[in-house]
């Protein structure tokens, strides 16, 4: 199975902050990478696929980036919804296989 | 717009069969793959298996040997049987579109399933 590690963990950050989230592959999944969105006793929301498409209705203030086996999930001028746990996903080889997720916190 | 909704027992006896059933409305489900997620509480995602479109299947081979997904394109319906369930087996469930292209686009809401006797 692929490995996916998040990094970091937690993150800490106030409303306005810039914050970047950290995903790895064990192997190269080329792109086929997506994150998600997750807020308490709610279902993921889908983001980003394809490592840096916005799915439809997501604000531009999310980016992502990365191919092979490190990405990277960008969130610009941090406003109170967005703090939730984040997830990265790979869809290259089965199984697929999530992260343990980061968790961005209000400082 | 999509919607998904689970639906099932919400608590199951081991080693029982886990039966959930995710309910498709406002599209086709031609040409889709059709997977269940599942995520035990306070912990992460775990990718269960899909079906696709007239029934193909791909499943975790951590799981393959106790899990079926099936699809009923008449009733939108398709539905996930765990058998031979354990305390481990415990999670929230949820049935989602997609996944191959474009990642998993359309979630249910989920449905906490709890293994106990």
């Known amino acids: 199975d692929i490995q996916m590690t998040q990094s970091p963990s937690i993150l800490s950050a106030s409303v306005g902050d810039r914050v970047t989230i950290t995903c790895r592959a064990s192997?190269?999944?080329?792109?086929?990478l997506a994150w998600y969105q997750q807020k308490p006793g709610k279902a993921p929301r889908l983001l980003m696929y394809?490592?840096?498409s916005l799915d439809t209705g997501v604000s531009s203030r999310f980016s992502g980036s990365g191919s092979g086996t490190e990405f990277t999930l960008t969130i610009t001028s941090l406003r109170p919804a967005d703090f939730a746990t984040y997830y990265c996903?790979?869809?290259?080889?089965?199984?697929?296989?999530f992260g343990q997720g980061t968790k961005l916190e209000l400082k | 717009q999509v919607q998904l909704q689970e639906s099932g027992p919400g608590l199951v006896k081991p080693p029982e069969t886990l039966s959930l059933t995710c309910s498709v409305s406002?599209?086709?489900?031609?040409?889709?793959?059709w997977s269940w997620i599942r995520q035990p509480p306070g912990k992460g995602l775990e990718w269960i298996g899909y079906?696709?479109?007239?029934?193909?299947?791909k499943y975790n081979p951590s799981l393959k040997s106790r899990v079926t997904i099936s699809i009923d394109t008449s009733k939108m319906q398709f539905s996930l049987r765990l058998t031979s369930v354990t305390a481990a087996d415990t999670a929230v469930y949820y049935c989602?579109?997609?996944?191959?292209?474009?990642?998993?686009?359309?979630w249910g809401q989920g449905s906490l399933v709890t293994v106990s006797s």
């Open positions: 989602a579109r997609g996944g191959v292209l474009r990642g998993l686009d359309y």
């Open positions: 406002g599209n086709s489900m031609g040409s889709h793959y």
């Open positions: 079906v696709f479109d007239i029934g193909t299947t």
């Open positions: 192997q190269s999944v080329s792109t086929w």
């Open positions: 394809k490592a840096s």
């Open positions: 996903q790979q869809y290259n080889a089965y199984p697929w296989t």
